[in-house]
């Protein structure tokens, strides 16, 4: 007896893109609302955060779950999380330089490769806690956030809708086979796009060329990050980060660029920041 063929709706509910949609819509109203409130929900949500993509970490370089350096890191993550939340930022980087650092000997007593520990706390952790700095600001903590949000997010959507339509010469094939140079102008495009389009709500009173800019530079970090995360899981052998999300793959998956672009603007604030006040 012949099987029943899936109808076009089955066959949609069960497609990636789908289910990638779905959770967009349920998971972006969210988060926007939590950065919007800040405070305590918001530094739990980044520890939380910290902890998962942690796991996720540990598990692609031990090749096994709930090591011994996942523990050390994740503590390291709530602990530098509960610091920053509270104003103190340079203890909140220096426990997690000596979480790393635990960690880092930890595996070397094991026999393993020591430098993934210190890797994971620049990569996942000291952004985590700057996107906490970042949303803090006392005056356009908030402004900021939302930006960097818009910037990262604009940037994954443009580069899917270009690469897709458009097609071409790939960039790094070696590293991510799927993504184009059409859909890396056409995400930073985007980008450009929108964050420029913030200036004309003029909440904050940025000019549109800054805005412009800001747009291009997270763009690229964001970029930057997604390939940064292709390299390691090719590296190592892998497909997705994890399962976290559905149809996503893991929760590093989702936030590469995030991570990047969160690094990024931290550096720029702290050296603007730096120069105002020398």
Same mark, same amino acid.
């Given at each position: ?160 809708? &270009?690469?897709?339509?458009? %097609? *071409?010469? /790939? ?8 993504? $184009?140079? @059409?859909? #890396? ?58 399962? &976290?999300?559905?149809?996503? %793959? *893991?929760? /590093? ?8 672009? $969160?690094? @990024?603007? #931290? ?12």
């Amino acid at each position: 007896m012949k099987p029943a063929e899936n109808s076009p709706w089955q066959a949609l509910a069960a497609s990636k893109v789908f289910k990638r949609t779905v959770m967009i819509l349920l998971l972006a109203p969210v988060a926007i609302l939590i950065v919007w409130f800040g405070g305590r929900m918001f530094s739990a949500l980044i520890a939380f955060t910290s902890i998962v993509l942690v796991f996720e970490w540990t598990r692609i370089v031990d090749r096994t779950e709930f090591s011994t350096a996942f523990y050390v890191l994740s503590f390291t993550a709530i602990s530098s999380i509960f610091l920053a939340a509270g104003g103190s930022y340079q203890l909140a980087y220096a426990t997690a330089l000596a979480g790393g650092l635990i960690s880092a000997i930890s595996e070397r007593l094991k026999g393993r490769s020591s430098q993934w520990p210190m890797i994971g706390i620049f990569y996942l952790i000291m952004p985590c806690i700057a996107f906490v700095w970042i949303r803090n600001g006392p005056e356009t903590g908030r402004s900021l956030t939302l930006l960097l949000l818009v910037a990262v997010w604009a940037t994954d959507i443009g580069a899917y809708v &270009f690469g897709k339509m458009i %097609g *071409g010469p /790939l960039m790094a094939p070696a590293i991510s086979p799927g993504k $184009t140079w @059409a859909g #890396a102008f056409g995400g930073i495009l985007t980008a450009m796009t929108c964050c420029s389009f913030i200036a004309l709500l003029g909440s904050e009173n940025w000019s549109i060329w800054v805005l412009a800019m800001i747009g291009i530079s997270l763009s690229i970090a964001t970029i930057v990050g997604d390939f940064a995360e292709s390299a390691l899981k090719r590296y190592f052998g892998i497909k997705d980060s994890g399962g &976290f999300i559905p149809g996503h %793959g *893991g929760l /590093l998956d989702r936030l590469d660029g995030m991570l990047f672009a $969160t690094a @990024a603007l #931290a550096l720029v604030l702290f050296i603007y920041s730096f120069t105002s006040t020398g």
